[in-house]
């Protein structure tokens, strides 16, 4: 049988301009005003750059394809040419079969619309017709359970609610291929729980082929039957070998436990990210497991804003994520100070507290509740690094334990006083 | 298997008119949505269409007839000579601004599902159809007021509205892309709808342009469409016949041109909206 999709040499440039402006777009004042330096500078400050390149697969029928990359490897543009938003530059893709793409839950919906007005707009939005919409509304209602807010404005309704309905309506879209980029990251769990089970039944039940880019390891994991690894714009591997291509993708790089470069977001520059002895040396080997280590983060900031925190994501090598601490866990008195120019925000991550085995930690910062500097997952701020040495200090157990922490906790008997 | 679409690096244009069928029950809801969120806070959604060309025809009738004391046309009452050519105008100055801002006020729309583009700028138009058409209501009141009964050949508002409209659409579409990639030129669009209700015959009548004028001030495409409306509602003006051929050889060539440059940049749009 011929490929659902087959791809061919796919490629999308984009033109980045190199001068300071704000956005993407551009203002007539701002043209017309750098006419005369146009003028003089023939040189094009402009740079081609490869989104995606090379990019060349098929996908057969019913597939369930998980597409997973760092941020900017270029999954997103992937889906767009997919989905047809944005041409591709190079290549072709034969799509046989309606798409449709889901690459953010309620586009199109109005706030001031009804749920049952959205319904019906979402619904033409994504390619239904009235009558497809008709025949599926009462199970689309019944899957997003908000039918006794039918007729209330979806500005009204909870960001659950929302989400759910939103979902609803693409889940019943019934087209022959779907592309769903990270929708489950929104929702509450029991519903994501839900949508990966929609989207399973959708795929295994009626054989339609679904392309799903997550940075949620353990739903790609439970979903898909087939990984595609992107990076930096250029297709590494794809195989229905998932558990070990999604490894592959947190295994750990040699060299030393620390991140060095130069990111800036917003008003806060990154310039180091690690982690170091307690005595404070610069570790290149697998840390001991009794061994109190530092993490680190070294940056700049140009401003010291009320809200503004600084955190770490720790996951395992299968991409679970164990952990998140911030600067801003504790009381506000326990907050370390900050202040403009170098900082050096530093934690101990405890001896005898995490396994044997490789993490991978990756920096977030924020702006508590309203935005992020460096958003998990999406940030290039990294390392990764091993504990090793068995499991405690005590002389029966050298071996190491099976589950993800080994943490040291002291027993007593109550009854001995 | 229903379909078989091959996407290929800038061969897109055969597939895009297709589309463009397949997708107009999309472009049917838009337009229904566009009309129910205007009105939806319904009392001022309503008003407000009633309340502007009225308070606009007060104002002018006030200005040009009592104050700059013009003539009217013929025996009709100035505020009707007024309100018979807002509603020409209204049309066209509502289409033309709401299109020109329909792909930045949709942009989430854009840069997350695929849809011909040309859609949304269309399905503005609609909006501003309805306004006119309640504006049309005010009208039939205004003249049960001044017992006015319009002439036979009433029913010419028809085409002519709809010739106002492609009028409004071409420079719409011009203006939409430009919007996208350069976002001042929203600050022009109420320039030219300002500037244009000054040199339209809205608060005057086309008879009152000095004779050596005339030949400039038809070549605002308006001026068919306007002195269409009041030989159709009012009859006061003789069929103007050169006016309306200037005004549909504009439409018909702004239209091109608004497509064309939309069709050009369309592919753009969602890489900088």
């Known amino acids: 049988m011929k490929p659902i999709i087959s791809v061919e040499n796919l490629g999308k440039q984009y033109l980045i301009k190199h001068k300071e402006s704000r956005g993407g777009y551009r203002s007539l004042r701002e043209e017309l005003f750098t006419i005369p330096k146009r003028l003089f500078s023939k040189q094009e400050h402009a740079e081609m750059f490869w989104a995606l390149q090379d990019v060349t697969f098929d996908v057969q029928q019913g597939e369930r394809i998980g597409i997973i990359g760092r941020n900017g490897a270029g999954k997103s543009t992937l889906l767009k040419l997919l989905s047809r938003i944005a041409e591709p530059s190079t290549g072709r893709i034969t799509v046989r079969g309606r798409v449709a793409s889901l690459l953010e839950v309620g586009t199109g919906f109005h706030p001031e619309l009804s749920g049952r007005e959205n319904i019906y707009l979402n619904g033409a939005i994504l390619g239904m017709t009235r009558n497809e919409i008709r025949k599926k509304f009462d199970e689309i209602v019944d899957f997003a359970g908000v039918e006794r807010f039918l007729d209330t404005p979806v500005k009204r309704y909870s960001s659950g609610m929302y989400v759910r309905l939103a979902f609803a309506v693409a889940a019943h879209l019934e087209p022959e291929i779907l592309v769903v980029d990270e929708v489950l990251a929104v929702g509450d769990a029991e519903f994501q729980k839900k949508c990966l089970g929609k989207m399973e039944e959708v795929s295994k039940g009626d054989g339609r082929t679904v392309l799903f880019i997550s940075h949620n390891m353990e739903a790609v994991k439970q979903l898909c039957n087939q990984v595609m690894v992107l990076d930096s714009g250029k297709m590494l591997a794809m195989g229905n070998d998932t558990g070990k291509l999604i490894e592959s993708y947190f295994a750990p790089q040699s060299g030393p436990t620390v991140w060095k470069g130069r990111e800036t977001s917003k008003f806060l520059t990154v310039t180091e990210f690690g982690l170091k002895s307690f005595e404070g040396e610069m570790l290149s080997r697998p840390v001991g497991i009794d061994e109190d280590v530092v993490c680190y983060v070294e940056c700049e900031l140009e401003e010291v804003h009320s809200s503004f925190n600084i955190g770490v994501a720790v996951y395992s090598r299968e991409g679970r994520c164990l952990f998140w601490t911030f600067t801003t866990d504790g009381p506000e008195d326990s907050w370390p100070e900050l202040k403009i120019g170098r900082n050096i925000l530093q934690f101990t991550i405890p001896k005898l507290f995490l396994n044997e085995g490789e993490y991978y930690v990756e920096l977030m910062a924020s702006l508590h509740q309203i935005a992020w500097l460096f958003e998990p997952v999406a940030t290039p701020v990294v390392f990764h690094f091993t504990v090793e040495g068995g499991f405690s200090l005590s002389p029966l157990w050298l071996e190491s334990r099976p589950a993800q922490l080994a943490p040291f906790f002291v027993w007593d008997n109550a009854e001995s006083a | ?273």
């Open chain 2, 1 to 273: 298997m229903s379909m078989e679409l091959t996407i290929e690096a800038g061969k897109t244009e055969r597939q895009y008119w297709k589309d463009l069928w397949n997708y107009k029950e999309l472009f049917l809801i838009l337009t229904w949505r566009d009309i129910v969120v205007q009105y939806k806070q319904t009392v001022v959604g309503i008003l407000w269409a009633v309340l502007r060309p009225l308070l606009t025809m007060l104002a002018f009738t006030f200005v040009f007839g009592s104050v700059a004391k013009l003539p009217s046309e013929g025996n009709v009452p100035y505020a009707l000579m007024v309100y018979s050519a807002m509603l020409p105008w209204q049309l066209f100055s509502t289409a033309l601004s709401s299109a020109s801002n329909a792909l930045v006020v949709n942009a989430n729309l854009v840069s997350k599902v695929y849809f011909p583009r040309l859609l949304v700028p269309t399905a503005t138009v609609g909006v501003a159809i309805v306004d006119f058409l309640l504006s049309m209501a005010i009208l039939g009141v205004i003249m049960c007021i001044y017992r006015y009964l319009p002439p036979i050949q009433f029913f010419a508002v028809i085409p002519l509205a709809l010739l106002g409209s492609v009028l409004a659409l071409g420079p719409g579409l011009l203006l939409c892309s430009l919007n996208v990639t350069y976002r001042d030129f929203r600050y022009i669009i109420p320039f030219i709808t300002q500037f244009g209700l000054y040199v339209s015959p809205v608060g005057f009548s086309s008879s009152v342009v000095p004779e050596k004028w005339q030949a400039l001030f038809m070549c605002n495409p308006m001026v068919g469409v306007i002195d269409g409306f009041r030989w159709a509602l009012l009859g006061t003006v003789e069929f103007p016949v050169k006016p309306l051929l200037i005004s549909v050889v504009f439409a018909t060539a702004l239209l091109v041109t608004g497509v064309k440059v939309f069709r050009k940049t369309e592919k753009t749009f969602a890489d900088v909206i």
